[in-house]
T-cell receptor, first 115, second 113 residues
Framework: GQQLNQSPQSMFIQEGEDVSMNCTSS?????WLWYKQDPGEGPVLLIA?????ELTSNGRLTAQFGITRKDSFLNISASIPSDVGIYFC???????????????FGKGTLLTVNP | DSGVTQTPKHLITATGQRVTLRCSPR?????VYWYQQSLDQGLQFLIQ???????AKGNILERFSAQQFPDLHSELNLSSLELGDSALYFC????????????FGPGTRLTVL
């Protein structure tokens, strides 16, 4: 199946630091999604990107859709303890007719923030 | 709170048994998706239903089946359970069939002993 390479696998940072994580693939996608999963909860959509080169912010979070359409980046500025969780990238795969039909997820980046 | 509900929250059972997981989508959402999350496989799409009809299939084992009822709630049936089926099972829902706007439920943690 389709493989998304998400890195780093885990990060341990101090409160107030900025964080960067990314997802790469050998395939081109028309949409990149970033989710966060809090402990004991389901994933929550943070940011959706629909255009190559697009840069979108959601509060302290900023995500970019890579120009090659094969990668995406998520940055968190001035981290706080509630940023702790697992961050996933995801892309929709296409049916033969060109419509999106299912999501495939990266393995996730586990973020720990030390107060 | 995403508006998607799943029951039960935890389920402990033995190998060879059968269990049913239940999901109620957000009000107005016609699509329901099921996912399995395990440490080794990550978050894997299993199956999607749209307004009662199967819409898409992922890596769902033959021992697993799902259905969506007229009131739009969905059930995931897991049979002949094996130790490796222990995982978190998530349901998600979306308006229409848009896979990029899914809202996830809190999950059911299944432990097979």
């Amino acid at each position: 199946g389709q493989q998304l390479n998400q890195s780093p696998q885990s990060m341990f940072i101090q409160e107030g630091e900025d964080v960067s994580m990314n997802c790469t693939s050998s395939s081109i996608f028309n949409t990149w999604l970033w989710y966060k999963q809090d402990p004991g909860e389901g994933p929550v959509l943070l940011i959706a990107l629909y255009k190559a080169g697009e840069l979108t912010s959601n509060g302290r979070l900023t995500a970019q859709f890579g120009i090659t359409r094969k990668d995406s980046f998520l940055n968190i500025s001035a981290s706080i303890p509630s940023d702790v969780g697992i961050y996933f990238c995801a892309v929709p795969l296409l049916r033969g007719g060109g419509s999106n039909y299912k999501l495939t997820f990266g393995k996730g980046t586990l973020l720990t923030v030390n107060p | 709170d995403s508006g998607v509900t799943q029951t039960p929250k935890h389920l402990i059972t033995a190998t060879g048994q059968r269990v049913t997981l239940r999901c109620s989508p957000r009000s107005g959402d016609l699509s329901v998706y099921w996912y399995q999350q395990s440490l080794d496989q990550g978050l894997q799409f299993l199956i999607q239903y749209y307004n009662g009809e199967e819409r898409a299939k992922g890596n769902i084992l033959e021992r697993f089946s799902a259905q969506q009822f007229p009131d739009l709630h969905s059930e995931l049936n897991l049979s002949s359970l094996e130790l490796g089926d222990s995982a978190l099972y998530f349901c998600a829902s979306s308006v229409g069939g848009r896979v990029d706007t899914q809202y996830f439920g809190p999950g059911t943690r299944l432990t097979v002993l």
